[in-house]
């Protein structure tokens, strides 16, 4: 009743594990590409801002719908322009976060002087020029979605603090 879609009965073989894990798959794809084609269920409603029938773009929208219900770290890669930061909102709409602040980081475009800062941060005179306290974007998205934009960009050093904090 929960999903289910086969059994091993102990004491069972790899081959028997992997074939049924297959079959699981091969069953999971077909309801998807069912779903498609009859266009209702991932495809339906709740994402106007993502829009396209072409197969590339219903996987997309599949992937979204299957990840959204999901606690953990998303990495969304594509080219300039293809809709990261909307598939990235679609996410955040759709998951059980969605009530609370989404926050897009530009690293590439924030200094590297102020980028710590900007995430975690800082209190009054920690730095020249530090006049007052100020609530990291980290702090300010709890219990939300904060969106990483060109991560890649940022110096090493940065790169590894901010893995660091993510684990």
Known sequence: KQGAVDY???PFTVDQLF???DAALASGRARDRAELARGTGV????????AG?????????LAIRRLAPLDAPVLIVGETGTGKELAARALHR???R??????????????????ESELFGHERGAFTGAVRARTGLLEQAEGGTVLLTEAHALPL???ARLLAMLE
């Open 53 to 61: 029938s072409s197969e590339a773009m219903r996987t997309v929208l």
């Open 157 to 159: 050093p940065i790169q």
């Open 43 to 50: 495809l339906d409603g709740g994402l106007p801002e993502l």
């Open 19 to 21: 074939d049924s894990v």
């Open 8 to 10: 091993l009965v102990k």
């Open 98 to 115: 969605g009530d609370a602040p989404f926050l897009t980081i530009p690293c590439a475009a924030t200094p590297e002087e102020l980028f």
């Open 94 to 96: 759709l998951s059980t």
